[in-house]
């Protein structure tokens, strides 16, 4: 009989091994787990890299005294007029297109035709940001018009290519923290 109790004990033993080692987690009379008893970390987005992209910029210069015909009207009996430069490689539109566009140093375009009344200036980028359909562009330093018709063509050419380099329908340009036509109105 001895024998019997002892074959038992090792059975009784072995199932209890065995069931054991089938029960969940933390045990056998341990509860259910939900998934909101260990919160797991979490991470904030990581913002997104700005996309580097090779594509023409298009810049604004001004047709003089062809009274709209070429372009925008502009005041003066003059045309706003759009200029596609070369293929570019930028991760920012805006920055590049304002930073081209203040870049020339001659008030004619080549053999084009075009003006531009920006040369002579001290202007330079800043910062620029889109909210809803409006660019804001920052700059910094003074223009220098060279008449009182160039007033209207250095607002115009700098508004039309921010909007034109972000698809924005309105634009703003702010120079050291002043709306662009105020400062022209000084001039």
């Known amino acids: 009989m001895w024998d019997a109790r002892r074959i038992m004990a090792t059975v009784a033993a072995a199932a209890t091994l065995l ?13 259910p787990t939900t998934g909101s008893a260990t919160p797991s970390p979490t991470t904030s987005p990581t913002p997104s ?35 596609t430069t070369e293929p570019v490689t930028t991760d920012d539109v805006l920055r590049s297109s304002m930073e081209r566009l203040l870049a020339d140093s001659d008030r004619n375009l080549g053999g084009s035709g075009l003006y531009s009344a920006l040369p002579g200036g001290t202007l330079s980028y800043v910062d620029g940001s889109v909210d809803g359909g409006t660019v804001t562009v920052e700059l910094t330093g003074r223009p220098a018009p060279a008449g009182v018709c160039d007033n209207p063509r250095i607002e115009a050419q700098l508004e039309r290519t921010a909007m034109a380099a972000t698809d924005a329908s309105d634009g703003l340009v702010l120079v050291d923290g002043v709306p662009i036509a105020d400062v022209l109105s000084l001039k």
């Open 19 to 31: 069931l054991a080692g089938c029960a969940p987690p933390g045990g056998p009379s341990a509860p």
């Open 49 to 83: 890299a700005p996309e580097t992209r090779t594509l023409p910029l298009t810049l604004y210069y001004v047709a003089l005294g062809d009274d709209g015909a070429s372009g925008e009207p502009l005041g003066c009996g003059d045309s706003l007029v759009p200029f």
